[in-house]
Every structure is written in structure tokens, then in C-alpha cells.
């Protein structure tokens, strides 16, 4: 089963426009990443937030971490084209599983 | 540097068969792991290993097994292929278990079963 949750499934925006998408996790947590999938390709590290972190950027990346809401976002801003794809959360939890959330399909519209 | 290297990268077999996958990680990565993406189930943890060593295993049957060898490349073994095992199998590197680092993974290697 999966542990986090990408919230909404499908987003679609305006190029320039900003896009936040959230997930949701359920057990404690040592830290929480994200990830980005083109179509059919291998998955892209994004920013990877510890535990003790409440908020870290990088470049039009921003995620926040809530450990008391077990949820953390990503916010992309002034989006483009090219960052068309889907995105994914992943924890590491019980018994140093990492598990994948079930991804985001941001579309964005030139 | 190379990247994580994934062979073959596509893959049609018949039900019953077995087939082996491989995967170069990233000079100098030593944790390999290996999910399988499919659109009903997403990605599933499938094992890890850290210096030829299993550290975790996903919730899959035995005709999934795995092995790393000393150069840390590693192997996946898909006994008596089922339909339901036609998926994106992707492998991916770290320097050392994930929670510390993020992962770099590869392309994938896409298995069809007929």
C-alpha cells in the first residue's frame, strides 16, 4: 500500500502560472523527498527535506514540511512547459521502507 | 559521469518464461534498489541492497529475487513471468541507504508479457 498521497491527482495550469501540489503521509518520518517523471522515463530527484526542516528552496522549488499534519507541499512557480510531468513524494518509514506516493500529473499549457 | 545505466530497455516475453534484468549504478553508489511502475499499483518497493547485502524487501513473491555483486552492479531475476508482471521496472542508486541521500534512477526497462 502506498503511505503518501499526492494531492490532486491531475493539475493543470497556465505557463508562468505557479503549481502546489501536496502529500500526505501516515507513519514518522526520517525525511521526505520528491521526485519528477517525464513520461515512461526513470524518476528525477527534486529537493529532499529532513525531518527537523520545515521549509527548504531550490531555484522555482519550494516544499514545506508539516510533521505534525504528516504532510508536506511543492510548490513550482512561474511554471513552464517543460516541467510537464509527474511528481511524486517519497518517505522512508517503518522498517526503513521507502515508499512512493501516488504522483501528481502536472500539465502545463504553453 | 555516467549515469545509472539500465539494460535491456525494453523487453517482450512469454508467460512462463523467467528474465534478468540488470543495472549499473553510478560509480561509487553502493545502494542499489529496484521498483516496479505500473499504472494500477504505482511504484513498489521491490528490494534494496547495500554492499551485495539485501537491507529490505518489498511485499512481492518469491519468483522476484534480486543480487548485487562486488562491483555493485546489480541483477533482477522475474521467475515464470505472469501477465500481471508487464510493467516499468526501474533501478536506482544512492550512496548509501536512502534515507540520507536521494536517489538517481534509471531509464527503466520495460517488460511486456504476452
Partial sequence: SQQGEEDPQALSIQEGENATMNCSYKTSINNLQWYRQNSGRGLVHLILIRSNEREKHSGRLRVTLDTSKKSSSLLITASRAADTASYFCATVGGYQKVTFGTGTKLQVIP | KAGVTQTPRYLIKTRG?????????????????????????????????????????????????????SNSRSEMNVSTLELGDSALYLCASSLAPFWDYGYTFGSGTRLTVV
Fill in chain 2, 17 to 69: 518464461q523467467q528474465v534478468t534484468l540488470s543495472c549499473s549504478p553510478i560509480s561509487g553508489h553502493r545502494s542499489v534498489s529496484w521498483y516496479q511502475q505500473t499504472p494500477g499499483q504505482g511504484l513498489q518497493f521491490l528490494f534494496e541492497y547495500f554492499s551485495e547485502t539485501q537491507r529490505n524487501k518489498g511485499n512481492f513473491p518469491g519468483r522476484f529475487s534480486g543480487r548485487q555483486f
